[in-house]
């Protein structure tokens, strides 16, 4: 994306019609005050064209990528972190943070699977949910209640949660009873498309109509965008809060139930996608353009940001780029993403 | 303009658009050295703007911004306070958690290898302040400081800087005539001392007895500039408006027999509120009068609820209502604007009709909690257009409009819930003469149909030209009554505790 560079203060004012400029180069804050307009539009909807524009270099790139099978399995690999990351933009949105996605995530995983092999394997489901939602209400209630920062209370319940799950299943594997009413959700497709595609669509379509379309939606960025506003407004805060933690955290038990699910057993590892969760998600929460500091931002953004992170290393693992390249441009892509859109709103 | 004066500030053609409305079109406006030069219009006229691209606040879309003859682009408040320039904005913006000393040398602090000479700093504080004539604890934290102190800290630190030229932004919307008139005072020894002074307002007296200079605009564009000694209050209005705004005047009813509406008794808070007992009938208009601190504002945002107290019940409509909450005062019936718009009020990232509904959102909602977004937009926009916001866009974010505008959005988010009783807690604070006019009828209009309003404000002619009675507070008491239209300096003399004997 050039406009990841810096904006060349030595371009001349005229910016001659008819000239092929990309949009991005219109955006530069200092080339033509007047274009600036469009510097708001590349900043609210640049990720869109962006997703746009990789999806069709990659199609272009690899015969593959443009395969039935590739893209579902793209979204396949990447419905996990989409289920956390779409619920943890209700949080951010209303001005909070959590840190301890991966830790729900492992410890409902591994909660599921020890109700599955000692209660029976229906069990797992409510198991799960319930875990995930609790272990929400545990962080809204640090942070609302006893007033904690987000940041250090939900980085402190993650180690709590995460040492919890290693101690359940003494660091090992508690392996799922080979029951297809278990297996089904990550193991089997409807019409040619898998349980846990079909579940982030759900998930994600929810939550952006809860946001978008409800009371308690308007309420979350009221919340994040001016709290003591909020509040004299008639919000309850604290209770608003705490539903965002609880629904992030139902979430993460969700994704949990779906790895168990996928694998047949539940893993306390935090070397694999449970210790990554929690910056993936919020990598793409912050990709798609919904501000960290909240009151700004919608569900479909972070769709739009899980899956160019997840095209990435699909595109990049068809064109066998080394993997390294990967989180560097991931990287690059997230500070110029924020970047721009703070450029733009500084002017 | 005389050739032989240097002027240190020319502004050449400036243009500015905020979302495609302009808020600047073709300004040109030359500012002599060693002038109060003042910035006049109706809210949305762009005098704020025009101030705040001289402070390097923000960067004009067109035109040229010479200092001292020389070109200068400003991208940062930082670079103009370089070339001497310091802005005293109307949203003031100190560190609150840094004591007053640490923010009036923040960035300039005296240093030897790296290491902040405290003791240094302390001693110049002191001088500043003697120079000045201000009092003021330089150890206490600005978060813990009233919004007129927060001001003195920006002014100290505009003078600390050594700046040439300072642009205050309506630096006194929210100080009281006593501390005007020191801002006044300083002022006019800065002038003398050969500094420039430019200075946005909306208060044309002010302007009159202050300004070298006036510039007139009118929609962003340049109405005229000259000699303020040749303005009266009628030729600026008429500059502004175009027309001459009439002047109000309230018919106030006497002896109301009508209910009570809220009846608040021996209301307490440690330290802040001491036993404070009122009533408001219906359709009365109680004005609440007194000085910065003497708790007018804390017994405001106790009552409605923002506020915890220690003792004390309120009751409306004959009710005792345990209000812990601002949802519980909602609930009975209450409706309170807060003091800042910004800090308490808007929500600036969000649209004229998400800021109107917010209080109510069950009103544009289905059963299930789901918006009905057409219905919203409709109710706001014929609220929005009936307070005559400009333009009564619902889509459009708040934080495009002007502040007069933005105000009288807050007073639609609290009229759309019909309230019985209405708080109003500095209800024209930077706002222009005309929307002032407005809302003051607003208010009127609202109190004729039946609504109890509590309207306290630092400009006492404000609460003595609308209230049907007067409460003067002094050091979290009521310490007098007065019927309508009392004279002014017996308020005065109450407020600052002089004279008469207390009556509760």
Same mark, same amino acid.
């Given at each position: 994306?050039?406009?990841?560079?810096?904006?060349?203060?030595?371009?001349?004012?005229?910016?001659?019609?008819?000239?092929?400029?990309?949009?991005?180069?219109?955006?530069?804050?200092?080339?033509?005050?007047?274009?600036?307009?469009?510097?708001?539009?590349?900043?609210?909807?640049?990720?869109?064209?962006?997703?746009?524009?990789?999806?069709?270099?990659?199609?272009?790139?690899?015969?593959?990528?443009?395969?039935?099978?590739?893209?579902?399995?793209?979204?396949?690999?990447?419905?996990?972190?989409?289920?956390?990351?779409?619920?943890?933009?209700?949080?951010?949105?209303?001005?909070?943070?959590?840190?301890?996605?991966?830790?729900?995530?492992?410890?409902?995983?591994?909660?599921?699977?020890?109700?599955?092999?000692?209660?029976?394997?229906?069990?797992?489901?409510?198991?799960?949910?319930?875990?995930?939602?609790?272990?929400?209400?545990?962080?809204?209630?640090?942070?609302?209640?006893?007033?904690?920062?987000?940041?250090?209370?939900?980085?402190?319940?993650?180690?709590?949660?995460?040492?919890?799950?290693?101690?359940?299943?003494?660091?090992?594997?508690?392996?799922?009873?080979?029951?297809?009413?278990?297996?089904?959700?990550?193991?089997?497709?409807?019409?040619?498309?898998?349980?846990?595609?079909?579940?982030?669509?759900?998930?994600?379509?929810?939550?952006?109509?809860?946001?978008?379309?409800?009371?308690?939606?308007?309420?979350?960025?009221?919340?994040?965008?001016?709290?003591?506003?909020?509040?004299?407004?008639?919000?309850?805060?604290?209770?608003?809060?705490?539903?965002?933690?609880?629904?992030?955290?139902?979430?993460?038990?969700?994704?949990?139930?779906?790895?168990?699910?996928?694998?047949?057993?539940?893993?306390?590892?935090?070397?694999?996608?449970?210790?990554?969760?929690?910056?993936?998600?919020?990598?793409?929460?912050?990709?798609?353009?919904?501000?960290?500091?909240?009151?700004?931002?919608?569900?479909?953004?972070?769709?739009?940001?899980?899956?160019?992170?997840?095209?990435?290393?699909?595109?990049?693992?068809?064109?066998?780029?080394?993997?390294?390249?990967?989180?560097?441009?991931?990287?690059?892509?997230?500070?110029?993403?924020?970047?721009?859109?703070?450029?733009?709103?500084?002017? | 303009?005389?050739?032989?004066?240097?002027?240190?500030?020319?502004?050449?053609?400036?243009?500015?658009?905020?979302?495609?409305?302009?808020?600047?079109?073709?300004?040109?406006?030359?500012?002599?050295?060693?002038?109060?030069?003042?910035?006049?219009?109706?809210?949305?006229?762009?005098?704020?703007?025009?101030?705040?691209?001289?402070?390097?606040?923000?960067?004009?879309?067109?035109?040229?911004?010479?200092?001292?003859?020389?070109?200068?682009?400003?991208?940062?408040?930082?670079?103009?306070?370089?070339?001497?320039?310091?802005?005293?904005?109307?949203?003031?913006?100190?560190?609150?958690?840094?004591?007053?000393?640490?923010?009036?040398?923040?960035?300039?602090?005296?240093?030897?290898?790296?290491?902040?000479?405290?003791?240094?700093?302390?001693?110049?504080?002191?001088?500043?302040?003697?120079?000045?004539?201000?009092?003021?604890?330089?150890?206490?934290?600005?978060?813990?400081?009233?919004?007129?102190?927060?001001?003195?800290?920006?002014?100290?630190?505009?003078?600390?800087?050594?700046?040439?030229?300072?642009?205050?932004?309506?630096?006194?919307?929210?100080?009281?005539?006593?501390?005007?008139?020191?801002?006044?005072?300083?002022?006019?020894?800065?002038?003398?001392?050969?500094?420039?002074?430019?200075?946005?307002?909306?208060?044309?007296?002010?302007? $009159?007895?202050?300004?070298?200079?006036?510039?007139?605009?009118?929609?962003?564009?340049?109405?005229?500039?000259?000699?303020?000694?040749?303005?009266?209050?009628?030729?600026?209005?008429?500059?502004?408006?175009?027309?001459?705004?009439?002047?109000?005047?309230?018919?106030?009813?006497?002896?109301?027999?009508?209910?009570?509406?809220?009846?608040?008794?021996?209301?307490?808070?440690?330290?802040?509120?001491?036993?404070?007992?009122?009533?408001?009938?219906?359709?009365?208009?109680?004005?609440?009068?007194?000085?910065?601190?003497?708790?007018?504002?804390?017994?405001?945002?106790?009552?409605?609820?923002?506020?915890?107290?220690?003792?004390?019940?309120?009751?409306?409509?004959?009710?005792?209502?345990?209000?812990?909450?601002?949802?519980?005062?909602?609930?009975?019936?209450?409706?309170?604007?807060?003091?800042?718009?910004?800090?308490?009020?808007?929500?600036?990232?969000?649209?004229?009709?998400?800021?109107?509904?917010?209080?109510?959102?069950?009103?544009?909602?289905?059963?299930?909690?789901?918006?009905?977004?057409?219905?919203?937009?409709?109710?706001?926009?014929?609220?929005?257009?009936?307070?005559?916001?400009?333009?009564?866009?619902?889509?459009?974010?708040?934080?495009?409009?002007?502040?007069?505008?933005?105000?009288?959005?807050?007073?639609?988010?609290?009229?759309?819930?019909?309230?019985?009783?209405?708080?109003?807690?500095?209800?024209?604070?930077?706002?222009?003469?005309?929307?002032?006019?407005?809302?003051?009828?607003?208010?009127?209009?609202?109190?004729?149909?039946?609504?109890?309003?509590?309207?306290?404000?630092?400009?006492?002619?404000?609460? $003595?030209?609308?209230?049907?009675?007067?409460?003067?507070?002094?050091?979290?008491?009521?310490?007098?009554?007065?019927?309508?239209?009392?004279?002014?300096?017996?308020?005065?003399?109450?407020?600052?505790?002089?004279?008469?004997?207390?009556?509760?």
């Amino acid at each position: 994306m050039s406009a990841t560079q810096p904006p060349d203060p030595t371009v001349p004012d005229a910016v001659a019609a008819g000239d092929n400029v990309s949009p991005e180069t219109i955006a530069a804050p200092r080339v033509r005050w007047q274009r600036r307009i469009k510097a708001e539009h590349v900043r609210d909807y640049g990720i869109v064209v962006f997703a746009i524009g990789l999806f069709i270099y990659f199609s272009v790139a690899s015969s593959v990528f443009l395969t039935k099978n590739n893209l579902l399995n793209l979204v396949f690999q990447n419905a996990t972190i989409g289920v956390a990351a779409t619920a943890v933009t209700l949080t951010i949105i209303a001005g909070n943070f959590d840190l301890s996605l991966g830790s729900i995530f492992v410890l409902a995983e591994v909660l599921a699977a020890w109700a599955a092999v000692h209660w029976g394997v229906w069990w797992a489901f409510p198991v799960a949910l319930a875990a995930g939602a609790a272990m929400g209400a545990i962080n809204g209630v640090l942070v609302t209640k006893l007033r904690i920062n987000a940041f250090l209370a939900t980085l402190a319940s993650a180690l709590t949660f995460g040492g919890i799950a290693v101690g359940v299943t003494h660091g090992g594997l508690l392996i799922t009873p080979s029951s297809s009413v278990f297996t089904f959700l990550g193991q089997n497709r409807v019409a040619g498309v898998q349980y846990p595609v079909i579940i982030f669509a759900v998930v994600a379509i929810v939550l952006q109509l809860v946001l978008a379309a409800t009371v308690f939606g308007r309420h979350l960025y009221g919340v994040g965008g001016n709290r003591d506003a909020a509040r004299l407004s008639g919000i309850k805060v604290d209770r608003t809060v705490i539903i965002t933690f609880v629904i992030t955290g139902a979430a993460c038990g969700l994704a949990g139930l779906i790895d168990a699910s996928t694998t047949g057993s539940g893993s306390s590892d935090m070397s694999g996608l449970g210790g990554q969760l929690a910056l993936l998600a919020i990598a793409g929460v912050a990709l798609g353009g919904t501000s960290i500091f909240g009151g700004v931002g919608s569900v479909w953004r972070t769709v739009l940001g899980v899956l160019i992170l997840g095209m990435i290393t699909n595109g990049f693992d068809l064109l066998a780029v080394p993997d390294y390249w990967q989180d560097v441009v991931r990287g690059i892509l997230i500070v110029s993403a924020v970047g721009i859109s703070s450029v733009v709103d500084r002017r | 303009m005389s050739a032989t004066a240097v002027a240190p500030i020319r502004l050449v053609s400036i243009g500015k658009r905020y979302s495609g409305t302009k808020a600047l079109d073709d300004v040109s406006v030359e500012v002599a050295g060693g002038t109060v030069h003042a910035l006049v219009g109706a809210n949305g006229a762009g005098k704020s703007t025009l101030g705040k691209i001289v402070g390097g606040v923000i960067r004009p879309d067109d035109g040229e911004l010479f200092v001292d003859d020389r070109l200068v682009r400003y991208s940062s408040p930082r670079e103009a306070r370089t070339d001497g320039i310091a802005t005293i904005a109307q949203e003031l913006a100190p560190v609150p958690q840094m004591t007053v000393i640490e923010n009036v040398f923040l960035g300039i602090e005296p240093r030897r290898s790296g290491l902040v000479q405290r003791r240094q700093m302390r001693t110049r504080y002191q001088e500043l302040v003697s120079q000045w004539g201000f009092e003021l604890d330089g150890q206490v934290k600005v978060g813990a400081l009233r919004t007129a102190d927060k001001q003195k800290v920006e002014i100290l630190r505009a003078v600390a800087c050594e700046a040439r030229v300072i642009v205050m932004d309506e630096p006194t919307s929210s100080l009281t005539s006593v501390e005007t008139k020191t801002l006044h005072r300083m002022i006019r020894t800065l002038r003398e001392s050969g500094r420039t002074i430019v200075y946005v307002s909306h208060f044309l007296d002010e302007v $009159l007895e202050l300004a070298d200079t006036v510039t007139v605009l009118r929609s962003g564009r340049l109405v005229r500039t000259g000699p303020a000694a040749a303005e009266t209050e009628q030729t600026l209005v008429a500059g502004m408006f175009g027309v001459a705004a009439e002047a109000e005047h309230f018919e106030k009813p006497q002896g109301s027999t009508a209910p009570v509406l809220l009846e608040v008794s021996g209301l307490h808070r440690k330290g802040v509120l001491a036993d404070v007992s009122l009533q408001i009938r219906a359709g009365e208009i109680v004005g609440l009068a007194g000085l910065v601190g003497s708790g007018r504002s804390e017994l405001a945002r106790a009552i409605a609820g923002a506020d915890p107290i220690d003792r004390g019940t309120i009751a409306v409509d004959g009710t005792t209502r345990h209000i812990r909450s601002p949802a519980d005062a909602m609930a009975a019936g209450m409706a309170f604007l807060p003091e800042s718009r910004k800090d308490d009020g808007l929500f600036m990232e969000l649209s004229l009709a998400s800021n109107t509904t917010f209080a109510d959102l069950r009103a544009v909602a289905s059963r299930f909690g789901v918006l009905r977004r057409a219905v919203e937009r409709e109710k706001s926009r014929s609220l929005l257009k009936s307070l005559s916001v400009e333009p009564p866009n619902p889509s459009m974010r708040v934080a495009n409009l002007s502040g007069g505008n933005q105000q009288k959005v807050l007073f639609a988010r609290w009229l759309f819930r019909n309230p019985r009783v209405l708080i109003l807690d500095e209800p024209t604070r930077g706002v222009d003469v005309a929307a002032r006019a407005a809302i003051h009828r607003l208010i009127n209009d609202l109190a004729a149909q039946g609504t109890a309003v509590l309207l306290i404000s630092s400009e006492i002619e404000e609460v $003595l030209g609308l209230a049907h009675r007067v409460l003067v507070m002094r050091l979290g008491s009521i310490t007098r009554e007065f019927g309508a239209d009392p004279p002014l300096d017996a308020v005065m003399e109450a407020a600052f505790g002089l004279g008469g004997s207390p009556t509760t």
